[in-house]
C-alpha cells in the first residue's frame, strides 16, 4: 500500500470482517479481495506511510485470540485536496479465529489517539514534496 505499485497484498486472511472507514468507522467485507479494493477506494491517490508495531496478542481460547497494534501513520494528500498532510497516532484492534486450521481476521478497527491535519494552502509547508 505506501509504496505505491498500484497493488495491495490480498494474501492476509480476512473473513467476515470490518475495515476503518465510512460514515460510521467501520465498512463490512467478506474477503480479501473485497478488502483489498475497499482499501484502494479508500486510499485513492494519497501517499501513505504506515508504521505498525509492538503487537499485544492475547489468546482467547483455542480457536479465537484478540490483538492491539501501536500505529502511526501519514498520508499526503494532492493538490486541491482540503488538507496537506494528516499525521495519526492510534491502534489497530483486531479479533480473530481459527478457521479450518488456519488463522484469520475477524475484526479491525482504527482507535486514533491523535491527528494532526496541515492545511493544503499553509504557505512553505516543509512537508510538500
Given at each position: 500500500?505506501?509504496?505505491?505499485?498500484?497493488?495491495?497484498r490480498s494474501g492476509r486472511p480476512y473473513r467476515d470482517?470490518?475495515?476503518?472507514?465510512?460514515?460510521?468507522?467501520?465498512?463490512?467485507?467478506?474477503?480479501?479481495?473485497?478488502?483489498?479494493?475497499?482499501?484502494?477506494?479508500?486510499?485513492?491517490?494519497?501517499?501513505?506511510?504506515?508504521q505498525v508495531h509492538a503487537p499485544e496478542i492475547t489468546?482467547?481460547?483455542?480457536?479465537?485470540?484478540?490483538?492491539?497494534?501501536?500505529?502511526?501513520?501519514?498520508?499526503?494528500?494532492?493538490?486541491?485536496?482540503?488538507?496537506?498532510?494528516?499525521?495519526?497516532?492510534?491502534?489497530?484492534?483486531?479479533?480473530?479465529?481459527?478457521?479450518?486450521?488456519?488463522?484469520?481476521?475477524?475484526?479491525?478497527?482504527?482507535?486514533?489517539?491523535?491527528?494532526?491535519?496541515?492545511?493544503?494552502?499553509?504557505?512553505?509547508?516543509?512537508?510538500?514534496?
Amino acid at each position: 500500500m505506501d509504496r505505491s505499485r498500484g497493488t495491495v497484498r490480498s494474501g492476509r486472511p480476512y473473513r467476515d470482517c470490518r475495515r476503518p472507514g465510512g460514515a460510521d468507522d467501520a465498512q463490512r467485507f467478506s474477503n480479501s479481495k473485497e478488502f483489498v479494493s475497499g482499501l484502494k477506494d479508500l486510499m485513492g491517490p494519497l501517499r501513505t506511510v504506515h508504521q505498525v508495531h509492538a503487537p499485544e496478542i492475547t489468546v482467547l481460547t483455542e480457536d479465537s485470540a484478540s490483538g492491539i497494534w501501536a500505529v502511526a501513520d501519514r498520508l499526503s494528500f494532492p493538490p486541491g485536496a482540503p488538507l496537506s498532510v494528516l499525521q495519526g497516532y492510534g491502534h489497530y484492534q483486531e479479533k480473530y479465529a481459527r478457521v479450518g486450521g488456519r488463522w484469520v481476521i475477524t475484526d479491525l478497527r482504527l482507535t486514533r489517539l491523535l491527528l494532526e491535519p496541515t492545511p493544503q494552502d499553509r504557505p512553505g509547508d516543509p512537508t510538500r514534496q
